[in-house]
């Protein structure tokens, strides 16, 4: 989720619950507008043996989650015909096919981007100082763990992956091109798995392995694209997921899916969103049980102003102006920030190869990259445990102990593996 489109009032901010000027999303519980909602269509998970009443249709079926997506009869909206469909017997519940969305672009600013290529712009790599990435390197690097970026697809070919992408898939328009139209599943990858022959671009745990799930596009996605790219990568053999997204409306779809990954040992870590300056929204999926929920810091270990925060917030990370891979060939977010350039704000840069964004979308890969170290060491560990053992390990930050705007603390990599090794016989 990085922080540069605003004027959504549904959804999810994808890429990064973004600076919204206008409406906020929904508070959690409130009714999903139609805004939110796929039209014609809702998501029902059916008692075992039960079907849908008659006049229903339907589309598709999600096996592995036991869920169909059905067609509305003809006349009915979206809520209606939740409301109708949870009185009827069989059914075990029923909601809109939540969409996921992308924001308009903001308008132009007072504060320009300064004129630029990365080419001639050396990144600054200040995020591995304050989460010990070296140090914890003398140890391992993730090799061989396998990461599942659930986002907007991937570059495969750039070349700081080195051959380390593995097949993926498109669970927008279900097929096998996880091509990276857009550019965020790009540079959250990279933030967990990098590494360029000069090493001026590098992730966190650069021995590790990416699986791309292209769950998101330009214009969104749904529920359903959602959790099915998650169950993919369950299936696949994924050993950490990384959900640089979130919404306001809770989907018991995407929860299924969770806690389906967490019950097959999978850790799940996700973007606490960035909207803590803008009402505080309560974001799903972070803050779902056993998800390892992450909120953004700068250079000096201070949560961001537009981090959002809450009782269910694990750790921080940094999330501010971070390097990472960015397609090799034009996206939509190269174009669009070439041609509104007052549109980002001044430590973002962006450009074909590498950029440098702000956001939770950030801080979420740099945790989901030290998951992948310490999966590492201790493949045996339960998520839960991972979960237990950053936490211990963090950098207290604000007031002593846990607190709401900064979790348990800043994630520490070393500190982490230190403790992991220290328990193992």
């Not at 009714?31 to 008692?47: D, F, H, K, M, Y």
């Not at 960015?326 to 669009?336: C, D, I, K, N």
């Amino acid at each position: 989720m990085y922080r540069h489109f605003t004027g959504i009032a549904t959804l999810l901010a994808l890429f990064a619950c973004g600076r919204l000027p206008g409406t906020l999303p929904a508070a959690a519980g409130s009714r999903t507008s139609s805004a939110q909602a796929v039209e014609g269509e809702v998501v029902v998970r059916l008692a075992e043996g039960a079907s849908l009443p008659a006049g229903w249709v339907v589309r598709r079926r999600m096996e592995g989650l036991g869920a169909v997506v059905a067609a509305l009869p003809g006349g009915m909206g979206v809520q209606s015909a939740v409301d109708s469909l949870g009185r009827h017997a069989g059914v075990l519940w029923a909601e809109p096919n939540v969409r996921f969305d992308l924001p308009d672009p903001l308008p132009a600013r007072s504060i320009s981007l300064p004129g630029f290529s990365v080419r001639n712009e050396e990144p600054n790599l200040w995020h591995f100082l304050r989460i010990q990435t070296r140090e914890a390197w003398s140890t391992t690097k993730g090799r061989g763990v396998l990461v599942a970026v659930v986002d907007t697809g991937i570059d495969a070919a750039h070349p700081a992956f080195l051959g380390r992408v593995l097949p993926g898939y498109d669970s927008l328009d279900r097929d096998n091109d996880a091509r990276d139209d857009n550019g965020h599943g790009t540079h959250v990858a990279g933030i967990i798995a990098a590494q360029t022959s000069d090493m001026t671009l590098l992730g966190v745990a650069p021995e590790a392995r990416i699986l791309p799930v292209r769950a998101l596009g330009d214009r969104g996605g749904t529920a359903e694209s959602v959790a099915t790219g998650i169950q993919w990568a369950v299936g696949r053999g994924a050993q950490v997921i990384n959900l640089s997204l979130g919404s306001p409306v809770r989907s018991r779809l995407i929860e299924d899916a969770i806690r389906g990954a967490l019950d097959r040992g999978v850790v799940v870590v996700a973007a606490m969103g960035n909207a803590g300056d803008r009402g505080n929204p309560r974001i799903f999926p972070a803050s779902l049980p056993g998800v390892v929920a992450v909120g953004a810091t700068d250079p000096l270990d201070r949560r961001t102003p537009w981090s959002c925060f809450g009782r269910w917030q694990s750790l921080s990370a940094p999330g501010f102006g971070i390097w990472s891979t960015f397609p090799t060939y034009e996206t939509s977010l190269v174009r669009f920030a070439r041609e509104n350039p007052a549109a980002f704000p001044p430590e973002n840069r962006v450009d074909t190869f590498a950029a440098a964004l702000s956001g939770t979308s950030q801080s979420a890969p740099v945790v989901a990259g030290i998951v992948a170290l310490v999966r590492s060491v201790a493949p045996e560990l339960a998520p839960s445990q991972v979960n237990k053992v950053l936490q211990a390990t963090a950098r207290d930050l604000g007031a002593p102990g846990f607190d709401s705007y900064h979790g348990h603390g800043l994630v520490q990599a070393a500190s982490a593996l230190r403790t992991v090794r220290a328990t193992q016989p």
